[in-house]
């Protein structure tokens, strides 16, 4: 469970303080799938990057799983975020060299997994999402949404408990789009991942089993 209590996060442009989140309470539950939708500047990749534990709050605490992330060490965050968070971007973070199946490995070379064991799970994930036969494709070689299908295969690869996916479709047509968030929702479904899908676009929002808005740092209803 994903529990966020009076949560805010404030950076310093020169003189003038930004509150990117302001006092933000949110429970998310194990398994749901959760879209959080706002204007641009409301603070929507700052709440993903708390909860992922890639930025800090100034005030307040982020609970995962029982754990304070806040108080947790630079060790215990960096296996945080690789054994239990899986991260989708907007502009996919592929590595131009790799193929489809190297770069859904990285995450395992981290964590020291044998390298037959990485090429057998990276495999595994390319399957779940229908990528099976472009194993050895490289990013410049594949459409926007099968470059966003490797980035959510190596999302998928350490078998986190949540995928946090910020602005997944924001390079892609809508067509392509809505086939990128039901490919959520069906791995979602299927594998019981807590899902948090932050987008602009409220037709993919609505696509989710729950939406909160966010607007200058404050949830809204």
């Known amino acids: 469970m994903i529990e966020l209590h009076q949560v805010t996060r404030t950076y310093r442009l020169g003189s003038e303080e930004i509150r990117a989140l302001d006092g933000v309470d949110l429970a998310v539950e194990d398994g749901e799938f959760v879209s959080v939708v706002g204007p641009s500047g409301s603070g929507k990749s700052t709440l993903l990057h708390v909860i992922g534990g890639l930025d800090t709050p100034t005030n307040g605490q982020v609970v995962v799983d029982g754990q304070d992330l806040g108080q947790a060490n630079d060790r215990e965050l960096a296996l945080y975020r690789n054994q239990r968070i899986g991260f989708v971007f907007q502009t996919f973070n592929l590595q131009?060299?790799?193929?489809?199946?190297e770069n859904v490995a990285l995450p395992l070379v981290f964590g020291r997994v044998?390298?037959?064991?990485?090429?057998?799970?990276?495999?595994a994930a390319l399957q779940a999402v229908g990528l099976g036969s472009r194993l050895a494709h490289k990013p410049s070689q594949m459409s926007g949404g099968e470059r966003q299908r490797v980035a959510i295969a190596r999302a998928l690869v350490a078998d986190p408990a949540y995928i946090l996916a910020d602005e997944p479709t924001g390079n892609l047509d809508t067509a392509t789009s809505r086939e990128i968030v039901t490919l959520l929702d069906r791995l979602h479904r299927e594998r019981g991942l807590t899902v948090l899908l932050v987008t602009h676009d409220t037709e993919m929002a609505a696509l989710a089993d729950r939406q909160i808005g966010l607007r200058d740092g404050q949830l809204v209803v």
């Open 96 to 101: 131009p060299t790799y193929t489809a199946v």
């Open 114 to 123: 044998p390298p037959r064991e990485r090429r057998e799970r990276a495999e």
